[in-house]
């Protein structure tokens, strides 16, 4: 496959991927298979994942080499930026030193082809002919049709109704790359039908569209599911990012003393943390912080437990912080932060003690976001946003306390198909939402008695 190369030299990017589960204090806890409440087989999954990626979920490698041909479709975008905010800086008044590194290079703006590049050549080897998943605000559809595209692989994608309608641009870029798209919850498959039936005006979330998407692979021999975020292979192909991060702050003769990312199920968050945490399991003093919405708290309000990752309980139960899996969260613009749970792997961080976790209002993220878009000139997601609004309170923390602290964030996509939820913002019709706790306990009433 000849494919164009980025400016920057090919021998700039990983060769290999990171895996934190080499260097955890503790074993992870593994999945747990529905039915018998045992530890999962990992055969259990090949009826939908591909062997290499099922292989990758458990393995406790530190280091696992990524294939060539993945590599040489990362050349078209790898290695990204990492920038001086320097314009920002000055705007804040802050001695701190803020850096992002942006992954909105990518040709479709954010950082779910680390994963969708890796997930669609495993199963074009495997022999697979379809792939079929979800998509909130539509990053990982738009990315893993992309990636479909180089691979000569069908995509089926559900997007959740709320964002299908709220960003019809990403649904664009979808089927320009030769994609299905399908808003969730939808006629086409039996849970969908179901909701639909309870809540005719479900708007949909991504529990629904994981549904959806598993039942179609189900149901198809020809077709695997694929998911953009949560699962440990998918944490693992996005730490290009932190190892990309690691070499240029080096370059810059500089090193973190806080790492940002925002969270939804996880992914850029760990692609940066990841690489950059074994230093602190090392003994070096950093710390590390994941920015959710108010309205989707999964990681400071909702339980560390045994869940559903979707909502018809179909998917293995996993080990995480969740708001329960029958969880339909409000329709905030951040359309990919609205997840009911988060990747076991960030929430044992959490668990441990090695991750804080910070609530924000859709507002003052939104307000960030034009602070940025001001002064550095990207027009950030509203999902990135939750990273740029905690990357200035720690700037501005400095700004109180006098001390130089560098800090470092995933600009994780930018918002250019997110303009209507900016022309919303500019009008003053966004509101706030925070959840209410009878909700919550509503949900998490619904939690299989797993411990």
């Not at 595209?149 to 995509?155: D, R, V, Y």
């Not at 240029?248 to 940002?260: L, T």
């Amino acid at each position: 496959m000849e494919l164009k190369r980025s400016l920057l030299p090919e021998s700039d990017l990983p060769v290999e991927w990171y895996n934190l589960l080499a260097d955890l204090p503790e074993p992870l806890p593994p999945p747990i298979h529905p039915l018998t409440k045992e530890p999962l087989d990992p055969a259990a999954l090949e009826r939908i994942f591909a062997k290499e990626l099922i292989r990758q979920e458990v393995s406790q490698e530190r280091w696992i080499g990524i294939p060539d041909e993945v590599r040489r479709v990362y050349a078209l975008w790898r290695p990204t930026p990492l920038v001086r905010a320097r314009n920002l800086e000055k705007a804040l008044k802050t001695p701190a030193r803020i850096y992002f590194k942006d992954e909105s290079h990518s040709p479709p703006g954010s950082h779910k082809p680390n994963t969708a590049v890796a997930q669609a050549y495993y199963n074009k080897i495997q022999g697979i002919r379809r792939l079929s998943t979800e998509t909130g605000a539509g990053q990982w559809g738009s990315s893993l049709a992309f990636a479909c595209s180089f691979f000569g692989l069908e995509c089926k994608v559900y997007m959740v109704k709320v964002s299908y309608h709220q960003k019809p641009y990403r649904r664009v870029m979808m089927q320009l790359w030769g994609a299905t798209v399908t808003p969730s919850p939808s006629e086409e498959t039996e849970c969908g039908r179901k909701i639909l039936a309870s809540d005719p005006n479900c708007p949909g979330s991504l529990g629904i569209a994981i549904s959806e998407a598993v039942e179609v692979a189900l149901k198809n021999d020809d077709t695997n599911y694929t998911l953009g975020s949560v699962l440990n292979h998918v944490m693992l192909h996005q730490t290009v990012i932190g190892l990309e991060a690691e070499k240029q702050m080096k370059e810059f003769g500089d090193w973190p003393d806080v790492v940002i990312g925002c969270v939804g199920g996880g992914s850029n968050f760990a692609g940066l943390a990841f690489p950059f945490l074994r230093h602190k399991l090392a003994g070096k003093e950093m710390r590390f912080v994941a920015a959710e919405p108010k309205a989707c708290p999964s990681l400071t309000r909702g339980m560390y437990r045994y869940d559903f990752g979707d909502t018809s309980m179909l998917t293995p139960l996993l080990k995480m912080h969740t708001l329960g899996h029958s969880f339909v969260p409000a329709g905030i613009h951040a359309g990919g932060l609205r997840y009911h749970g988060m990747a076991p792997m960030v929430s044992f961080a959490v668990k441990l003690g090695l991750v804080e976790a910070v609530a924000l209002h859709q507002r003052e993220c939104f307000e960030a976001a034009r602070l940025f878009a001001a002064t550095e000139g990207i027009i950030p997601a509203p999902e990135t946003s939750h990273a740029i609004r905690a990357a200035i309170i720690e700037a501005l923390k400095c700004k109180e306390t006098g001390e130089e602290k560098c800090i470092l964030f995933n600009l994780s996509g930018h918002g250019i198909c997110d303009l209507g939820a900016y022309e919303r913002y500019l009008a003053g019709e966004l509101e706030d939402y925070e959840l209410p706790q009878e909700q919550i306990d509503q949900a998490l009433a619904e939690l299989p008695a797993v411990e």
